[in-house]
């Protein structure tokens, strides 16, 4: 579905399990304050990148580019990439406080790296900062992006052989896939 409104800004949705999933448009690279606004509100994003301009280095999970001058089917087609990436279909079922089960494989983690990993399980397929990952694995402490770190590379090796990812989305946070 295509919305225009009077500023000529498409919003295309894609509904799934009742959510409906915004991919907002954005002109690159005018408009770098609203691409980190919405990326740090986990809105997924299509980058209409202008003729003379390089698109930005790395690209979110969330998030894709096309030219300025692309057609709207080219437009249309980059929206369900991005949707695409973000739909998932197999539900992560949480077990128990620090236990989670996907595709029939139980996940268990630390009570440390428990509320982080469902920080992310509860927005599956958005990046989530480092600072709200921070937040709900260490409430009331200064941010530590060392610890971050080394909590969810010990997650990403209790995912292998699930079928989940964690995606770094550089100098802003983190993505399951």
Known sequence: MVISNRYSRRVFTLTARSTSL??????????AGLRKALANAGIPRVLLVQPRA???????????WVRMDATDDEVDQCARTVLGRLVTTEPIEPMGECLWSHRGRAIRLTRLRAPVF???????????T??????????????????LDTAIQRIRD??????????????VGYALA
């Not at 480092?130 to 610890?147: D, I, K, S, T």
């Open 158 to 171: 209790e995912l292998v052989g699930t079928g989940l990812h964690i995606r770094t989305v550089r100098c």
């Open 22 to 31: 915004p991919v907002e448009l954005v002109d690159w690279p005018t408009q």
């Open 54 to 64: 390089e698109p930005p280095t790395p690209l979110g999970v969330d998030e894709g």
């Open 130 to 147: 480092h600072e709200r990952l921070a937040a709900v694995g260490w409430p009331g402490e200064p941010m530590n992006l060392a610890a």
């Open 118 to 128: 469902g920080e992310l399980v509860a927005r599956r397929g958005t990046t989530v």
